[in-house]
């Protein structure tokens, strides 16, 4: 299973920004992959994220009332302290969370990936997965500043409390077959919710058994 590499390095800016830069620092691993989690409170497209000049790819978005949320990923990225960038497509309120992972798949590391929106208590998001893979979520929610709970079997990974009206937190859990769901407990309001499901750097092998040798 995709293990993190690293510290988690979260930024925010208020001040309705045209674009948000943060240093970040690349730790080493075998099978990287840099996944930077995107809030934004007003509903402007998310256009570009770069880590030292290099593009990542969004995997997942989802638009709530007044947010909007993405992920996005870099396969092997340099192993370096350089700037993430995030460029939206108009000035917003900005928060980021980035996280590095380990013995992730190369070719594919996303397996799947899935969104979900809603007005209520209990932010969530049902994500395909398997046995040996990593789903990581992220939410953006209007809940005034009230710490959010994270659901049972997740580990949170980030909170940032970026304005009274616009929270933005992200968790792990260990993936299962055929789902696994994402959920958090806040108060009651507008929330925006992404999740992906990291594949391993070697998936297992559907229905594979081992057999002992005869002598």
Aim: hydrophobic share 40%.
């Amino acid at each position: 299973m995709p293990t993190q590499v690293g510290s988690t390095v979260t930024d925010f800016d208020n001040a309705m920004p045209a674009s948000i830069t943060t240093s970040y620092t690349q730790a080493t691993g075998s099978d990287l992959v840099l996944v930077v989690k995107i809030g934004t409170e007003d509903d402007v497209t998310h256009d570009s994220v770069t880590f030292d000049g290099n593009g990542l790819t969004k995997q997942v978005e989802q638009v709530g009332t007044n947010r909007r949320t993405s992920i996005w990923t870099l396969v092997n990225p340099p192993v370096t302290t350089a700037n993430i960038v995030f460029t939206p497509g108009a000035n917003a309120d900005i928060a980021l969370i980035a996280t590095s992972w380990q013995d992730v798949h190369q070719t594919t590391p996303v397996s799947n990936s899935a969104s979900n929106s809603g007005n209520s208590t209990n932010p969530s998001v049902v994500v395909p997965s398997a046995a040996g893979e990593l789903v990581l979520d992220a939410v953006n929610s209007d809940s005034d500043g009230s710490d959010p709970t994270v659901g049972a079997g997740q580990s949170e990974i980030a909170d940032v409390d970026v304005t009274a009206d616009f929270r933005f937190f992200a968790s792990e859990q260990a993936g299962a077959a055929p789902n696994v769901t994402m959920d958090w407990t806040t108060v009651s309001a507008p929330w925006a919710s992404c999740g992906i499901s990291l594949q391993p750097a070697t998936p297992p092998v559907a229905g594979a058994q081992t057999h002992d040798m005869l002598v």
